[in-house]
């Protein structure tokens, strides 16, 4: 278990360098090791937490951090551009640029290494000569436990041992399709799942290896229209969700290219498309951690949030709102739904064990949002890449309450340190909300859209100058008044002569001689519907929750037999109720049964 404390720990760098803070309720700095005057080019913490390494421009430091003090591990003189650890904190990569050697003898330059932290040993190095992608092309990947690392090789991917590099390549998953991205499973089972573009007519593909066995693939998903993709695995390892992504949409609906999710098992029994019930982009996918769920963010504003279960049914709806990112806390017991970058910055808490809302949090103008390692507390921040104003981090209790922020010229980068989840466990209830730093202000309605100055405080509404209600679906009927000496024209849906003329009578009689009064209704559009939250018929959920309901029956008629056999007398219904333990306890096994 990786060293930790009792508050969460973040680093954070800005235009004054590298700064770490002790998180909610303590909120103090931590003091830093003197690592000189230099810029701050990057910094990352190990997936455990043990280490943060941190990037200058000729120099790499390996740093151990606390809530309360901070020290130097390890330094390396190398000119990193791009730094990832392994699972377990035993190894961290880099990838320096390439140098091409003048002399055509000498082995060409190696710039990826792996370095062993605690040694400060180079186990291995392979040479990239061409700059691209890291995590997808440069970047050597782990299984969990450390055992192999794989790397992309052309259109082949090559595992080392990581107990014996200097053997060389010790398996290999060649193919005659291209290769183009692949990811290496968490969990006990390593599997590494493999993207095959389309060529030739023939679907894109998706399939599933077992790292320790590279003949046969376990599962295979094919699929058209994909150019690129994501794979997003549950903690387990067990089964995978295929994010694909066009780079052009065939239909002409998005500029940002279409896109679709597919769900894998590694046992390959089951797969599927994720079933999306409104068209548009997909934002954001998370799973729980518990691994047997998923929340999926997907359509045209305002976006849809769905929960589903391990077989990609939908569970429950909550609702429609302008969201573009979703993410649980360690424990899985709440989640956030928001919308950052070009959305406002607001975010829904849900309870995921009552479906409940807890609150909305208005964070205007932030870059990026996380969950605190305690699960209470929500880290909002905005960089000088998306603003050049208001810069800094928040910290916000689950419940909307602001506990402290940060308050910088340039923020650049911000990160919690990871600790484990042992450390929080999941409370049977939840913490209430603490003492905020300042009162939540009233979030201001919007303004409406632009009227030219002769349309401005009228006596009435009228049709042009009611965009606004019309688009809101509060639009009602308006009267308009007729220009004397005008043409009638046509209105959709007005009487016509052959209605007798009644309708037109009518208009004369309220106008008067003059005429001057004389309107014409204007139809009231049809509001949009709105998408409601709750549990999805026919789900899973909903079949819970009728189990839950039915033992709850059948604990009270175990309470009406104990008051029987003690002699207390009951009442009709109450024996009718007894009556009925045979079919509540037949109901309970079907639907468990269904499960």
Not at 47 to 58: E, T
Not at 118 to 146: M, R, Y
Not at 513 to 526: D, M, T
Request: glycine share 8%.
């Amino acid at each position: 278990m990786a060293e930790s404390s009792t508050v969460p720990v973040l680093a954070y760098r800005s235009n004054t360098g590298l700064s770490i803070l002790a998180g909610p309720p303590s909120n103090a700095p931590v003091a830093l090791p003197d690592l000189g005057t230099a810029e701050v080019r990057n910094f990352l913490f190990s997936p455990l937490g043990k280490y943060l390494a941190v990037v200058f421009a000729d120099r790499l430091f390996i740093l151990s951090v606390s809530a309360t003090s901070a020290s130097v591990v390890r330094e390396f003189p190398l000119q990193a551009l791009e730094i990832e650890f392994s699972p377990k904190d035993t190894y961290i990569s880099t990838y320096v640029r390439y140098v091409k050697s003048e002399d055509g003898n000498k082995p060409p330059h190696k710039n990826v290494s792996v370095w062993n932290i605690a040694t400060g040993e180079e186990a291995t190095a392979f040479t990239e000569k061409n700059p691209s992608n890291w995590q997808v092309h440069l970047n050597v990947t782990w299984t969990e436990d450390e055992t192999f690392c794989g790397r992309r090789v052309g259109d082949e991917i090559q595992f080392h041992d990581a107990k014996n590099f200097s053997k060389g390549v010790s398996q290999r998953l060649k193919s005659d399709d291209r290769i183009a991205s692949f990811s290496v499973s968490p969990g006990k089972r390593p599997i590494v799942a493999v993207f095959f573009p389309e060529k030739n007519g023939r679907p894109a593909a998706v399939r599933l290896y077992d790292v320790t066995s590279l003949g046969k693939p376990l599962s295979e998903k094919s699929f058209y229209r994909a150019d690129s993709v994501s794979f997003h695995w549950n903690s387990l390892g067990t089964n995978v969700l295929v994010f694909t992504h066009t780079d052009v949409d065939a239909t002409g609906q998005s500029y940002y290219g279409e896109t679709n999710l597919f769900y894998l098992s590694i046992t390959g029994n089951y797969d599927c498309k994720v079933n999306l019930d409104k068209s548009g982009p997909i934002h954001d996918v998370c799973w729980s951690p518990n691994a047997k769920e998923f929340v999926v963010v997907y359509g045209t504003m305002p976006a849809k949030a769905t929960l589903f279960d391990h077989r990609a049914n939908a569970m429950y709806e909550f609702g429609s709102a302008a969201r573009n990112q979703v993410k649980f806390n360690p424990n899985g017991r709440l989640l956030f739904i928001g919308g950052f970058g070009n959305l406002a910055g607001e975010m829904d808490v849900w309870d995921r064990k009552t479906f409940k809302k807890v609150a909305t949090i208005h964070a205007s103008n932030s870059s990026s949002c996380d969950w605190a390692p305690d699960g209470k507390h929500i880290m909002t921040s905005t960089l000088y890449r998306r603003l050049k104003v208001d810069n800094g981090i928040k910290f916000w209790h689950y419940t909307g309450v602001l506990v402290n922020k940060v308050d910088v010229k340039e923020m650049h980068q911000t990160s919690w340190k990871a600790d484990p989840r042992e450390l929080w466990p999941e409370r049977g209830a939840l913490s209430p909300a603490p003492a905020g730093i300042e009162q939540p202000q009233a979030v201001a309605k919007p303004l409406g859209k632009y009227r030219p100055p002769g349309a401005r405080n009228g006596p009435e509404a009228r049709n042009f100058y009611d965009r606004d209600a019309i688009d809101n679906g509060t639009a009602t009927l308006t009267p308009r008044p007729a220009v004397p000496g005008a043409a009638r024209t046509g209105v959709p849906g007005a009487a016509t002569k052959a209605d007798g003329g009644n309708a037109a009578k009518g208009r004369k009689k309220s106008a008067g001689k003059g005429g001057a009064a004389a309107v014409e209704a204007v139809a009231e559009p049809a509001p949009a519907p709105s998408v409601q939250s709750g549990i999805i018929a026919g789900s899973a959920l909903e079949t819970e929750k009728k189990i839950k309901a039915l033992n709850k029956k059948l604990r009270q008629i175990m309470d009406l037999k104990e008051k029987q056999a003690a002699g207390q007398v009951l009442e009709l219904t109450q024996i009718q109720k007894i009556d009925s333990e045979g079919k509540v306890r037949e109901e309970i096994a079907q639907l468990e049964k269904s499960l």
